[in-house]
């Protein structure tokens, strides 16, 4: 037992502790009040509903609802993975999310540097909102304008293509052209909102650190690559953690519009097949597997990563 005066000292240690806690809360009142709606959502619309995860250890049924329903442990799981669609599906999920990583995650970055070193205020801001127009766009308008523009019977690029001697190509229905596809929309859609982040983070950098660069003989791509890019890493890492944890994530809206019969190969993923299994054919508990399934991997990929970073030097995410 330790003596009663190492006891008292705890005691008074953690007091003064939560005395400081509740003064800094109370200085910062105003700051907390304006969090609080997110932290609001987050409590109600992401932590309540985890307790629905226990529907994947069960035999759901919506008559009974979950304390009625009969509990058959792992076997949802094991289900799973034993489909004959299971390692389709991881392949293609992540096939699509490899070309993502490759091509959609630098390109905001390059965006927002070229949009940086433009001088001319009207210019820029003029340009900005024009690449930030796309993401306020429904996935069913860019399926719309991709068939109008791709399909093999009234689609613009295959009239040129027709007109100028050759035949048609079937982007839409070719097997080797989906992932590209799906690929090439996101970075027209979403690349202009993704330089948000990045540019916020430019406007942090110090003004005089350019001045002393221009002073020393720095051009402007010496001032990018030794000044801009560092001061921007951490956000850049912190973003690549934190896509990394949606590795098992595909938009499900767009891949379900761009489906169709003869791409059914590489289309289907795990988001499509808990729509399918789940909302579709009624077995509910095999949806949510799929989820918790997906949410497991991308927590794994999320530790994992920021695991390597520090170790390599760098901030995490935590």
Known sequence: MPPTSTVLAKTKTKQREKSRLLVR???????????????????????????????????????????GSEWIGMKNFAELFTDNNFYLMLRNTFAINIFGLVFMFPLPIVLALMLNEVRHEVFKRVNQSIVYLPHFLSWVVVASMTFFILSSDVGIVNKLIVGAGHERVAFLSNPNYFWGLITAQNMWKEAGWGTIIFLAAMAGVDPQRYEAAVVDGASRWRQIWHITLPAIRPTIIILLILRLGHMADVGFEQVLLMTNPLVMSVS?????????????????SVGVTVGMFKGVVGLVLVLASNYIVKKLG???IY
Do not use: C, R, S
């Open 314 to 316: 760098h901030d995490g």
């Open 25 to 67: 809360i109370l200085q910062h009142k105003y700051m907390y009040l304006l969090a609080l709606p997110g932290i609001a959502y987050f409590i109600l619309f992401k932590f309540v509903p985890m307790w629905g995860l226990i529907i994947a250890f069960m035999k759901y049924n919506p008559y009974v609802g979950i304390l």
């Open 268 to 284: 289907e993923v795990f988001d499509t097949y808990a729509y399918t299994i789940g909302i579709l054919k009624g077995q509910v």
